[in-house]
């Protein structure tokens, strides 16, 4: 009895759990190397690298709080017993780094200029494209108000991109401030409230604008997300989901904000402030907020960004005022920053499309604030690593086939231990090479193998090679493209292998490779 209830035991389903994958050599080895060569970048400005747990505790996290039985929708996480405290994967890296410069902010350098990358997880419902584990690549500086930590945000971030492959003039970097913004939604609102009194007495004008400043709050998310859909939507759209809404393209309507005209207006003319050149936004931008001091705040210090990204070199044509750039994020209270890029690609049916935002960052002053009390300036950026694989491998600067290993083939496994001798000369060669481990019998297993593995170069020694003191050297690559085009005839020839003595195996490799047809 007890033999049939273990026959019957469910077998576990070999897959993923919904919204994770598996990534495989090739994938790897491009992520790594292209988070070498930000890391580099990341170095040369002076930054350090930073590694914390992949788990925080909500609180925090700060975002997301448990409810009765399970945490709020957005982050995954449990209680180890009742009088624990509640524990997740972190949602992304700037969160950690604020607890990281609250604990240790008495043994960190100020300001303290930190990178990080690594996986984060959102407890989101998948889609095509959108997994629920995902990398990020980020650089923050904690502790500086200066606009110059903003500006070498920038600057990092430009230098970054054109290192891993993105050339200039194929992304642009576009920079605003959350300040305008608001001030411009605490002027246009205090105007909607006491239109008439803007003439009349100061008192009850204070009056009005400081209810309208309170209205705007309310809503201030609301209509920064609306304005974020700019890019998506145009200025028809956006004045739609301000007003009486829209319908969108899978034809399901989305409600609108119901806002006054007035302040419809003044957002869309926000929309439209850039010009020309970096100048002409500036004070096309003062006159949308002069009168709000917040507003006013915020243009300056777009004003010191651009001045200071001048002095470096960094033009428009890499790194731009744009107001239209609003960010998502609550937390951010200054200067925002977008990278973007421009180029075209075509999709699976040929569509022409853009890749749009692939990094984005930007000032949040009262992050750290919730460990300390005290206000603590900060600014950061975060690379979305997946998508600019992606964007590289579309430039084809990236996802090429990386050639496998060298593969010593086995011709008698009594004789493994020079098999494994020939391949420990070649990797302390510095040439990546592995000596095949499975069934010997079958030589041309041993050669699917190889292919397999996109193996470039094989290594056959059997008994008479041996005695004369010989190896033959097999280049694959060039096999694969003579069996594919080439005659019989000239296939018979076998120009793709060829003999050498023993103790010319590694230069012969070596030679071989460095010709690069292998």
């Known amino acids: 009895m007890a033999k049939d209830k273990k026959l019957k035991q469910r077998r576990p389903r070999a897959e993923a759990p919904k919204g994770f994958r598996d990534y495989f050599g090739a994938e790897v080895t491009e992520r790594d190397a292209m988070l070498r060569k930000i890391a580099a970048v990341y170095h040369r400005y002076g930054f350090d690298p930073l590694e914390s747990p992949a788990v925080e505790t909500v609180e925090a996290l700060g975002k997301f709080l448990p409810d009765v039985d399970r945490p709020n929708e957005g982050v995954f996480a449990w209680q180890e017993d009742d009088d624990s405290d509640w524990l997740a994967l972190r949602y992304d890296l700037t969160a950690p780094l604020a607890r990281v410069a609250a604990q240790h902010r008495n043994d960190l350098p100020a300001p303290y200029r930190r990178y990080a990358m690594g996986p984060v997880w959102r407890n989101e419902k998948p889609g095509p494209g959108r997994f629920r584990q995902f990398y990020q690549c980020d650089a923050d500086t904690v502790g500086s108000a200066s606009m110059a930590a ?114 419809v207006e003044s957002l869309v003319k926000f929309l439209g402030a850039k010009a020309e050149d970096n100048s002409a936004t500036v004070a096309n931008l003062r006159e949308l907020v002069e009168g709000s001091p917040q507003g006013e705040d915020g243009v300056t210090e777009l004003e010191q960004i651009a ?86 491998r579309a430039k084809g600067r990236a996802g090429g086939d990386a050639p496998g290993p060298v593969v010593v083939t086995v011709m008698d496994r009594d004789r493994m231990a020079d098999y494994q001798k020939m391949a420990a000369e070649l990797r302390a060669a510095g040439i990546r090479a592995e000596v095949y481990l499975g069934n010997p019998k079958n030589f041309g297993n041993q050669l699917k193998y190889a292919d397999k593995r996109g193996s470039p170069i094989a290594i056959i020694e059997g008994e008479s090679e041996r005695e004369q003191g010989v190896v033959q050297i097999k280049d694959l690559v060039l096999g694969a493209k003579i069996a594919a085009e080439a005659s019989l005839e000239e296939w018979k020839s076998q120009p793709a292998q060829f003999e050498v003595s023993r103790g010319d195996l590694v230069a012969a490799v070596r030679r071989l490779l460095d010709k690069g047809t292998a």
């Open 150 to 263: 903003d500006a070498e945000m920038c600057a990092m971030l430009a230098d970054a991109l054109e290192a891993v492959g993105i050339e200039r003039g194929d992304y642009l970097i576009r920079v605003n401030n959350r300040k305008v913004l608001n001030g411009i939604i605490d002027k246009v609102m205090g105007r909607v409230f006491a239109p008439e009194q803007r003439e009349g007495d100061p008192a009850v004008v204070e009056k009005a604008m400081n209810v309208g400043e309170r209205r705007a709050y309310e809503i201030a998310d609301d209509i920064m997300r609306t304005l974020d859909k700019f890019d998506k939507v145009g200025v028809a759209g956006v004045t739609e989901l301000l007003t009486d809404g829209r319908t969108d393209a899978s034809g399901a309507f989305i409600p609108g904000l119901r806002m006054p005209p007035l302040v």
């Open 307 to 392: 001045e200071l990204l001048a002095a470096q070199g960094y033009g428009a044509d890499r790194i731009v005022i744009d107001p239209s750039v609003v960010r998502g994020l609550g937390y951010y209270t200054g200067p925002v920053f977008e990278a973007e890029l421009t180029f075209e690609f075509s999709d699976e049916k040929g569509n022409p499309r853009q890749f749009g935002s692939v990094a984005g960052g930007g000032r949040y002053d009262d992050l750290v604030k919730r460990f300390t009390g005290q206000a603590v300036p900060a600014t950061g950026i975060s690379i979305g690593v997946d998508r600019l694989l992606a964007a590289l």
